[in-house]
């Protein structure tokens, strides 16, 4: 028995669904950055380490993918879905440690938020794409 194909959303559905999420993405993808640094800079015990290495480090990955973001590229929002468990798993160990609870439990909402947002972009995307290609008309 053949399955039925699923019927794709009409654009006027996904159009503003694909903004919303991709404003969203950027906003996490920005604000966990953002979070990164100012950990670093003021409020992180680094028992010696230079501050420059640390941050590199923990920059490096996201920066990687920010053009492919900027551009509102698909695929680097898939690779950020993919990325952004490593600080997410951070957020949950910082999380544990009284001396740094408040800024692991931000981590681990502001990871998920763009883990979530990341991943209804890609899938709204190409459910977009296929819709003006002319597929499930």
């Known amino acids: 028995m053949a399955r039925k194909p699923k019927v794709l959303p009409a654009l006027e559905w996904l159009s503003p669904r694909l903004r919303l999420t991709r404003a969203l993405s950027l906003g996490c993808f920005f604000g ?39 551009m509102g590229s698909a695929r680097a929002h898939a690779w950020t879905c993919f990325v952004v468990n490593i600080y997410f798993i951070k957020g949950v160990l ?13 981590e681990v909402l502001v990871s998920l938020g763009l ?23």
């Open 32 to 70: 966990l950055i953002v979070l990164l640094v100012i950990n670093n800079l003021w409020f992180a015990n680094l028992h010696g380490a230079r501050v420059e290495v640390i941050l590199a480090i923990e920059l490096i990955p996201l920066l990687l993918l920010l053009p492919g973001m900027l």
């Open 94 to 106: 910082a999380a544990f440690d009284p001396a740094r609870a408040v800024f692991g439990w931000i």
């Open 115 to 137: 883990f979530v947002s990341g991943l209804l972009f890609v899938r709204w995307k190409f459910q977009h794409e296929r819709r003006l290609a002319g597929e499930g008309n």
